[in-house]
């Protein structure tokens, strides 16, 4: 089976930093692409960061040049460095890897973290 664990979350006041992290493990040939998504109450969840196995990075507006996207393709995983952190960035956030399996038939398929709560308050 494959397996996506977080930590990382916590409370935190406004301007400070968290770090992320996320550990795929299991029966896995590659990953493609790692990401994480984000879900506050009362909203839809959204995708906050990605980074593809060649390294390419993508952030949505509300975040770039506050949070990055890094990986550790030995330990098989993926941090998300949130600084100058806001009220608005609180929400859940959960790890998704795009991965090929080492299933029968060789399965590509997305998989999820259980989630992590980050909480900015004064």
């Known amino acids: 089976q494959v397996q996506l664990v977080e930590s990382g979350g916590g409370l935190v006041q406004p301007g400070g930093s968290l770090r992320l992290s996320c550990t795929a493990s299991g029966s896995i040939f590659s990953i493609y692409a790692m990401g994480w998504y984000r879900q506050a109450p009362g909203k839809q969840r959204e995708l906050v960061a990605t980074?593809?196995?060649?390294?390419?990075?993508n952030y949505i507006d509300s975040v770039k040049g506050r949070f990055t996207i890094s990986r550790d393709n030995a330990k098989n995983t993926v941090y998300l460095q949130m600084n100058s952190l806001k009220p608005e960035d609180t929400a859940v956030y959960y790890c998704?890897?795009?991965?090929?399996?080492?299933?029968?038939?060789?399965?590509?398929?997305?998989?999820w973290g259980q989630g992590t709560q980050v909480t900015v308050s004064s």
């Open positions: 980074i593809t196995s060649g390294g390419s990075t």
């Open positions: 998704n890897a795009d991965l090929l399996s080492l299933a029968l038939s060789g399965t590509r398929g997305h998989y």
